[in-house]
């Protein structure tokens, strides 16, 4: 089945800077990958996706790039705000029967003044 | 407007008790999950249903089951709760092919 890994676990920046997170799945026949934002004691909430036949997804400050050859994409924050502090989770679903999302372990963002 | 409601914000429940962990979404989703969050582990899958009736086995379904009489609930069932089921669960629904979940906020058990 499908196997999603994220790192870092831990990203500290100073507001203004920009943040990278990445992941890498392992099922070459996943064809979405969506981003979810929690904040803390809330529930997750999708932020951005992008699916396997797009390159790269922007939403303002943020986005998305995907490299299918290698298997990996990445969340891109720029000009950070300390409301961008948050746990950060990417998913993958595969080409399957069955639409699960697969969720990498989360980073958590902290944006400091 | 909150579309996922999950009954219980915090529980705390006694080894052996079982447990019932309501969700009901209104938005007519077919597809409906729960998740654990553990720190350091992510959100992993114990049970989903894409109809009513109809469960499917996710990732860690050791100890639990789910139910499914009507669209719109789907309830986990701790059979008999153990303390390495303390956890943060939550449940999600979705329109197939799956994209964009909606989360509940959530049920913190503690199981003591």
């Known amino acids: 089945g499908e196997n999603v890994e994220q790192h870092p676990s831990t990203l500290s920046v100073q507001e203004g800077d920009s943040a990278v997170i990445k992941c890498t799945y392992s099922?070459?026949?996943?064809?979405?990958f969506p981003w979810y934002k929690q904040e803390l004691g809330k529930r997750p909430q999708l932020i951005i996706d992008?699916?396997?036949?797009?390159g790269e997804k922007k939403d303002q400050r943020i986005a998305v790039t995907l490299n299918k050859t290698a298997k990996h994409f990445s969340l891109h924050i720029t000009e950070t705000q300390p409301e961008d502090s948050a746990v950060y989770f990417c998913?993958?679903?595969?080409?399957?029967?069955?639409?699960?999302?697969?969720f990498g372990t989360g980073t958590r963002l902290l944006v400091s003044p | 407007d909150v579309k996922v409601t999950q009954s219980s914000r915090y529980l705390v429940k006694r080894t052996g008790e079982k447990v019932f962990l309501e969700c009901v979404q209104d938005?007519?989703?077919?597809?409906m999950f729960w998740y654990r969050q553990d720190p350091g582990l992510g959100l992993r899958l114990i049970y989903f249903?894409?109809?009513?009736?109809?469960?499917e086995k996710g990732d860690i379904p050791e100890g639990y089951s789910v139910s499914r009489e009507k669209k719109e609930r789907f309830s986990l069932i701790l059979e008999s709760a153990s303390t390495n089921q303390t956890s943060m669960y939550l449940c999600?629904?979705?329109?197939?092919?799956?994209?964009?979940?909606?989360f509940g906020s959530g049920t913190r058990l503690t199981v003591v």
């Open positions: 999600a629904s979705s329109f197939p092919p799956g994209d964009g979940y909606t």
């Open positions: 938005m007519d989703h077919e597809n």
């Open positions: 992008i699916r396997s036949n797009v």
């Open positions: 099922d070459s026949a996943s064809n979405y």
């Open positions: 998913a993958a679903r595969g080409d399957t029967g069955f639409q699960k999302l697969v």
């Open positions: 249903s894409y109809d009513v009736k109809m469960k």
